[in-house]
């Protein structure tokens, strides 16, 4: 039978999204469709990404996307408060529907259920099947027990106030806060001179986090600040995985025509994903043939390629969760944002040199010596990847 699409991609998340806008605007002859279950694309979500993660290019394209940015940001510790002059930029999940709609309202069928799919085929719950040369699956993170994983679980409200914040730009990490039993930091976005984002957000081994106990931390650091909270606008929540080790090609038996964090393509420590979906989206956007016996490899490779580039992250994670006290691990950031203001950027970017890497390691540790080393070359088990 004759295929009705090049491509269906299913989910209308972040990596589908800029994919089918970046399709859209190199291609617009493709014959494409996507297909979501949800009323509005984009969910409930806040998506970041410092200046320096994205090429000229990129920031061109995405740029319709961002509602809000800033010129610096700052962090807060118990012995270091910084602020680094580094651009910073939100997509909120409003914005991000906005855009779609607009740009892809003749490709996209939103309450559509999916029964089953193929390679080349979706079967939906009201029985219609729709064929294409190939499917992208980019419906979200999927457990899977080849990965070793913490957690960074987070519940995130928006507030307008009954009077103005005063701040300038974000504050990325407030960690002079009470750690309860694990690296707790509050994330802040200030939206309008009277309206911010704070998130209680917490590395933590498993993903449980008490929402009762995250909603009383927030209001408690908003009293704090002088914040008088007014109304409150929305809550958003998750529980991002962090990756401490894995075995790639377990993973992979079963994603060939994967993408987002279904692919596992997220940045392992700080769970940021636009970069990487920005990336994909612009690798796939160039290519002409979409057949799955071609676009399935393309994409692996892509991936196989972020996983080799990310060991290190990997590694410094195991340090981070696996050498010391949880309630100590804000000594290593600490310790971190204490670094060269460029440095902290390339993390961010994924794009560490080696001189960053001796540079990150050198000098006395903030966990114990014996602890770091053991930490490092542990392979850790057991641990249940989920989302």
């Known amino acids: 039978m004759t295929s009705q699409y090049d491509l269906l991609l299913l989910g209308a998340g972040l990596a589908?999204?800029?994919?089918?806008?970046?399709?859209?605007?190199?291609?617009?002859?493709?014959?494409?469709?996507?297909?979501?279950a949800e009323a509005h694309t984009g969910g409930n979500h806040t998506w970041c990404f410092h200046a320096e993660d994205l090429t000229a290019q990129q920031h061109y394209w995405i740029a319709p996307l961002v509602a809000h940015r800033w010129p610096h940001y700052e962090v807060r510790f118990p012995r270091l408060t910084r602020q680094l002059d580094s651009g910073y930029l939100c997509v909120t999940s409003t914005r991000f529907d906005e855009v779609l709609r607009a740009e892809l309202q003749d490709v996209m069928r939103l309450n559509q259920t999916i029964a089953s799919c193929g390679e080349d085929h979706v079967r939906l719950a009201s029985g219609e099947i729709l064929r294409a040369r190939a499917v992208i699956d980019g419906r979200g993170y999927q457990p899977d027990a080849a990965l070793q994983i913490g957690f960074q679980a987070f519940i995130g409200q928006e507030w307008t106030l009954s009077q103005p914040h005063a701040l300038s730009g974000p504050i990325l990490m407030d960690a002079t806060v009470d750690q309860q039993e694990g690296y707790r930091f509050v994330y802040t976005l200030p939206l309008s001179p009277t309206r911010l984002l704070i998130e209680d957000t917490h590395y933590i081994d498993n993903m449980s986090l008490s929402a009762a106990q995250a909603r009383q931390n927030i209001c408690d650091y908003a009293t704090r600040q002088g914040w008088m909270l007014e109304t409150l606008a929305r809550e958003e929540r998750g529980a991002l995985p962090i990756t401490l080790a894995g075995d790639f090609n377990r993973f992979w038996q079963h994603r060939q025509g994967c993408v987002g964090l279904r692919a596992g393509?997220?940045?392992?420590?700080?769970?940021?994903?636009?970069?990487?979906?920005?990336?994909?989206?612009?690798?796939?956007?160039?290519?002409?043939?979409?057949?799955?016996?071609?676009?399935?490899?393309?994409?692996?490779?892509?991936?196989?390629?972020?996983?080799?580039?990310?060991?290190?992250?990997?590694?410094?994670?195991?340090?981070?969760f696996l050498a010391g006290d949880a309630d100590q691990r804000w000594r290593v950031m600490q310790r971190f944002y204490g670094l060269p203001q460029g440095l902290i950027a390339r993390f961010y970017a994924g794009r560490l040199t080696l001189a960053d890497r001796a540079r990150i390691l050198s000098g006395k540790p903030p966990v114990p010596l014996l602890a770091a080393l053991q930490a490092a070359f542990t392979q850790p088990s057991g641990r249940r990847a989920s989302r």
């Open 265 to 320: 393509l997220f940045h392992p420590t700080t769970g940021y994903s636009l970069s990487l979906a920005a990336s994909l989206a612009d690798a796939l956007a160039a290519r002409r043939d979409f057949s799955p016996e071609t676009l399935a490899p393309c994409i692996h490779r892509f991936a196989q390629d972020a996983w080799r580039r990310q060991g290190f992250f990997r590694l410094l994670n195991r340090m981070l």
């Open 16 to 36: 589908n999204g800029l994919l089918a806008l970046r399709l859209k605007q190199c291609q617009p002859a493709l014959r494409l469709l996507v297909l979501d």
